[in-house]
């Protein structure tokens, strides 16, 4: 999406206006222009705060009785009852008007303008211009930037921050400050350590992303009452598909032609876009700006039309990435007309654009015979219905469900309260060791750090007190701020420095630092990156830490006396070797971007209070892999030709710095394997080749594939003397035919246990779904012989036969 801060749109604005009457006023003098802009600026305000009060809907019956004669108003009928009536009614002007995000309705049928354009990736955002945030709601719940989430491994986590973000986002609704439509979760795979846009993601692994994805959709858009067919809010699957480079080296997203052979999107790109609509019944889903194959997704009649509406069955619409549509033909001179453009996207599948070139150009595109008429209304008939889904059409909105919430359910104690525990939820331990040092004349490991201990405590780096920093890209204004400074200054007494004037540290203050390190009893270091080094449209070149950060680091460590504590703030991974060596580094925490409460989420960990059980969602590589690898390569097995070293756990071998599934706790967790079998077999159908000859597999859409099915439980037990939880992962190493993965996740199992107790993890392997790999040509088999478990901390091998 083409991004621009709210707050600069209405700076924008506020200058625009001002150069104006500038203009317009100049023989005046300054006193009275300057109180007319006052005077301005002031009934703005006020009109924005009135218009504010009042949603925006359809069939406002109690203002217009006549309304409540057609049919589309008629909350008895059916949803397709209504779509179609509503959508006989339009003029094709009307229609045309309808198609962009700024949608203009059509008054005379007491349909108003509406805007589709609402973002909700981590909390309410002020990303799309849907949403407003004023003196009536300053601010929403700032979540944890979703990779840091996703590290927590808790899907029930991931679906209750959806069902809250929902709550605020309908409350926000209630008093025309945001909209119905969220175009958020981003399930694209993060695969290369590089992009820009890693944060937004769940991480490297389709599994996981996955079910991040269905859950976050879930709990976007389940409402209470559990009607299937209405919507809390309509949420949005995105980019669709094999989006994962914005601007590297001078390459852009705009015009990047991304070359995926058929096995990669089939088993790494397009199973999290399949699961958000089969798991988690999305609403929609939006197609990205790059190409595929030669093919802008948002005009290829496969994708859309063929996958996403035939074969997967999406019950909503297909909207574009904001301009993709001028990018088809500006940038990638894809089509030679721009109403080429919108008739080859329309007649693909889409239903809506971001951006105005559908209401620009399909009134003459339908004139020179491109497009038709009955496509038009199929792309209506998907939007409506989603509206209609959503209560648009149901006429007052705070006389329906929901219709009772409003500022005083955003920001409350108990939603910023998860916030701050999914920071707590993510965090992930890289490292902990013990301080060699004589430290209060104990042997002890670096973290938790015993506040009664520390009498002064150094906080260094220049995200020592980030504020904005924590919340990452599509945030919106946050509830209030705990900075990690803040959150720590809470137990123990605080000296503070900030060591560069910004992360990408181009001279540290060396000195300075070591000098109010060397005085504490203990160091915390909170380093890393943020949106001007990664971020929407900036992907990195390096990842090493940027300019100095490394030696401040290394630095303060050498003169520390206790404690060393290194924090990385950052969306995606590093090449940290130098502080994983460091015997002056004790600990190393990674916390993302943790959102709003993220300084006293971090406190929590480090002082012990809550035990940490994030994993890395995603590979640390080394910096010498970047330098080999080109982002643009798509490609995610390895190719010992050209000595290409592959993508991600499942298919790399060479050295990490950290691996995906990393991350310690101040407990030990110990497995045993209670129940799994040796052998499954597969029945076939008599007659099948395969009782004739060797098969290496079984194609899982034959039906005997479909209802074999085991249970694999493991007993875990928390060794230490804290409560705490653990992630159990399941993998399964896969007999190698058809250049498998060498390992890949079937499922994980998040366990709360008190100290010294035991618990169950509990998995139910369906075969032909989780155990099966995709061929070169895409197509899902089973293969026959030995397949490797992973659970936990053990190996089980288990035979496949038929
Ligand atoms: C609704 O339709 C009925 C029957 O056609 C008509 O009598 C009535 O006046 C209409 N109501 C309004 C408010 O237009
Ligand atoms: C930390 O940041 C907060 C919020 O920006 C600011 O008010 C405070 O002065 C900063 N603390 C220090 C020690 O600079
Ligand atoms: C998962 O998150 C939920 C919601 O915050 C929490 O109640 C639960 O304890 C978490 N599960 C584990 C195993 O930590």
């Not at 025309?176 to 175009?183: C, D, P, Q, R, S």
């Not at 038709?372 to 199929?378: L, N, T």
């Not at 890949?744 to 032909?768: M, N, R, T, W, Y």
């Amino acid at each position: 999406m083409l991004t621009i801060p709210h707050s600069l749109i209405l700076y924008a604005e506020v200058i625009q206006k001002t150069k104006t009457q500038m203009a317009s006023h100049s023989q005046h003098s300054v006193f009275p222009c300057f109180f007319f802009i006052l005077l301005c600026h002031f009934l703005l305000n006020i009109a924005r705060l009135v218009s504010a009060q009042k949603p925006v809907f359809a069939c406002d019956v109690d203002s217009n009785p006549g309304l409540a004669n057609y049919t589309f108003c008629d909350k008895s009928l059916d949803i397709k009852t209504r779509v179609d009536d509503l959508v006989k009614r339009l003029t094709l002007e009307e229609k045309i008007g309808c198609l962009g995000d700024a949608s203009v309705g059509a008054g005379r049928l007491g349909i108003p303008k509406y805007e589709w354009w609402s973002e909700a990736l981590h909390g309410v955002s002020y990303t799309g211009p849907g949403v407003h945030f004023n003196s009536l709601v300053p601010g929403a719940t700032s979540f944890p930037q979703v990779i840091l989430t996703a590290a927590s491994f808790n899907e029930s986590l991931f679906e209750t921050i959806g069902k809250v973000v929902s709550t605020e986002a309908r409350a926000m609704y209630n008093v025309g400050l945001a909209g119905l439509t969220y175009w958020s979760p981003n399930v694209n795979i993060f695969r290369d350590p590089r992009w820009g846009r890693g944060q937004e993601t769940p991480g490297e692994d389709p599994t996981l992303t996955s079910k991040y994805g269905a859950a976050y959709v879930r709990g976007l858009q389940q409402r209470d009452d559990g009607d299937k067919d209405r919507l809390k809010v309509a949420s949005c699957c995105k980019h669709y598909t094999a989006y994962d480079v914005d601007n590297w080296k001078g390459i852009q997203r705009y015009s990047f032609n991304a070359l995926v052979t058929q096995q990669d999107m089939d088993d790494t790109f397009q199973p999290p876009f399949e699961t958000c609509i089969s798991e988690g019944n999305v609403a929609s889903v939006m197609c990205s700006y790059n190409q595929v194959n030669g093919i802008p997704t948002c005009g290829d009649p496969k994708l859309l039309a063929g996958t996403i509406r035939g074969k997967w069955n999406l019950n909503g619409y297909i909207v574009t990435d904001c301009d993709s549509l001028e990018v088809m033909f500006d940038n990638q001179h894809y089509t030679k007309t721009p109403e080429e453009t919108i008739a080859l996207s329309l007649n693909s599948g889409l239903d809506l654009n971001c951006g105005s070139w559908l209401q620009k150009y399909t009134q003459s595109a339908i004139q020179q015979g491109l497009v038709q008429e009955s496509v038009i209304d199929r792309a209506l008939t998907n939007n409506f219905a989603t509206l209609m889904r959503l209560g648009f059409f149901d006429g007052d909105p705070t006389k329906l469900p929901y219709g009772n919430l409003g500022p005083k359910d955003v920001c409350t104690p108990a939603n910023q309260e998860l916030a701050r525990e999914a920071a707590r939820q993510g965090i992930v331990m890289l490292k902990n060791t013990l301080v060699s040092k004589t430290f209060q004349g104990a042997n002890s490991y670096g973290l938790p750090l015993s506040p009664s201990s520390i009498k002064s405590l150094a906080v260094i780096g220049p995200n020592a007190n980030a504020t904005h920093t924590m919340l990452g890209n599509y945030e919106g204004s946050p509830c209030k701020y705990v900075s990690p400074l803040q959150g720590l200054a809470v137990s123990v007494s605080t000296v503070y420095q900030a060591g560069c004037s910004d992360v990408s540290c181009g001279t540290a203050q060396v000195e300075e630092a070591k000098k109010i390190a060397a005085g504490a009893d203990a160091v915390v270091l909170v380093m890393g990156s943020d949106q001007s080094i990664e971020r929407e449209s900036l992907d990195r070149n390096d990842i090493t830490l940027p300019g100095q950060q490394a030696t401040l680091i290394t630095q303060v460590a050498s003169v520390s006396k206790g404690p060393v504590i290194l924090v990385i703030m950052s969306g995606g991974g590093w090449d940290i070797q130098f502080a994983k060596d460091d015997p002056n580094i004790h600990s190393i925490l990674w916390v993302g971007f943790p959102g709003e409460a993220g300084g006293a989420a971090i406190a929590d960990v480090i002082f012990g209070l809550h035990n940490p059980s994030g994993r890395l969602p995603m590979t640390w590589y080394p910096q010498a892999y970047v330098d080999k690898v080109p982002m643009t390569n798509m490609n995610m097995r390895p190719d010992p030709a050209t000595g290409y070293p592959g993508r991600t756990y499942r298919f790399y071998t060479g050295p990490t710095i950290y691996k995906f599934g990393d991350g310690l706790s101040y407990s030990t967790y110990e497995h045993s394997l209670m129940e799994a079998p040796q052998t499954i077999s597969i029945p076939l159908a008599e007659g099948h080749f395969c009782l004739s000859s060797n098969c290496l597999s079984v194609d899982t859409d034959e039906q005997s594939c479909s209802n074999s099915s085991f249970n694999v439980h493991l007993k875990v037990k928390n060794n230490g003397n804290m409560p705490g939880s653990h992630t159990v992962f399941l993998f399964s190493t896969p007999p190698s035919i058809h250049n498998a993965p060498q390992k890949h996740l079937l499922g994980f199992q998040k366990l709360h246990l008190i100290a010294q107790a035991e618990g169950l993890a509990k998995f139910s392997v369906d075969v032909c779904k989780h155990l099966s790999i995709v061929d070169e040509l895409g197509k899902r088999k089973v293969a026959v012989g030995k397949h490797v478990l992973h659970v936990g901390d053990l190996k089980h091998s288990l035979t496949v036969r038929i």
